[in-house]
């Protein structure tokens, strides 16, 4: 165990699952650090109706970090497509379940892991429930990580992100981040999945004192309304603001161009893959280009209510962990 390499992963949904997917493949002791600001889709119905944190984001990771048989794992990310369960996934139903018994979503999470057999440790960011809040220029707020996705303002006209209220780190992460080799960011949106992670205190101040080499896996698509026109450049900035400046050392990014047919569904949404921009700007970063797209078929669920929203351009999880594993 003491000659892995221990690896943190910092993140939120699909991002996450498919970084885990690939690296557990590896000789790794792994900690997935999991964004805690979800309120849309299943898990937003849950946590307006039942009151709990939100599970979506940690069902997924606890999937791709499962030894457990395919069925256990398809059971966890089944949608209802009918009655008063449309749209719900059984894992995100069993996670809250778990929560109402065992008194405290960390201790959900701890039995969900036991059940599942995971290979490593799932930490929500933090345990405390909070609201995501985007302050923008012109003084309006818009509160929740889902009415921000709906935002088609541009993330210029973001003026801050923060937590409301303020939120404390899990006490279980410290001692993640302070053993760990290397800490991944994995892609995701930045505003709702990446940087509400490093708005809970705590977070920036553990990874700026660790020793681990920080990477950031750059996105392959820009996202209307937040990241239109972004390069890899500022997606990096963007994190540097609440990450710390030049905390992030390596940075990889896909150079391969997607099928021009999912390239003209997402041009419909005003979406184009991201560019390298300038990288001189940031001289002390170790840019790592490579061909690194999934060329797996992705379908989108009907039973998901934010099924249009999922990305079906993907990183090659294995690609992508060999040179994480390797770096």
Known sequence: MDNKQKIVVIGGGSGSFMVLSGLKKHPVALTAVVTMSDDGGSTGALRDELGVLPPGDVRQCLVALSDSSKTLRDLFNYRYDNGGLKGHSFGNIFISTLEKITGGFDKAV?????????????????????????????????????????????????????????????????????????????????????????????????????????????????????????????????????????????A???????????????????????????????????FLEYKLLSHKIYKTDKNDKLSEERSLIRHDSNKLAKIIYDL
């Open 110 to 250: 701890i039995e969900a892991s036991r059940i599942l057999r995971i290979r490593g440790y799932v930490f929500p960011v933090t345990l405390k429930n909070t609201r995501l809040v985007a302050e923008l220029k012109n003084g309006e707020k818009i509160i929740g990580e889902k009415n921000i996705e709906l935002y088609k303002g541009g993330g210029e006209n973001i003026k801050k992100i923060y937590l409301k209220p303020k939120a404390e780190l899990n006490p279980r992460i410290f001692k993640a981040i302070a053993e760990a080799d290397k800490i991944v960011i994995s892609p995701g949106d930045l505003y709702t999945s990446l940087i509400p992670n490093f708005l809970v205190n705590g977070l920036s101040e553990t990874i700026s004192k660790s020793k681990a080499k920080v990477i950031y896996v750059v996105n392959l698509m820009t996202e209307l309304g937040q990241t239109n026109g972004f390069s890899s450049i500022d997606y990096i900035s963007g994190l540097e603001k609440y990450v710390g400046k030049g905390i992030i050392k390596h």
């Open 252 to 286: 990889i990014f896909n150079t391969e161009l997607p099928d021009s047919k999912l390239l003209k569904k997402y041009a419909k949404y005003g979406e184009k893959p991201v560019i390298k921009g300038e990288i001189e700007k940031l001289p002390n970063l170790n």
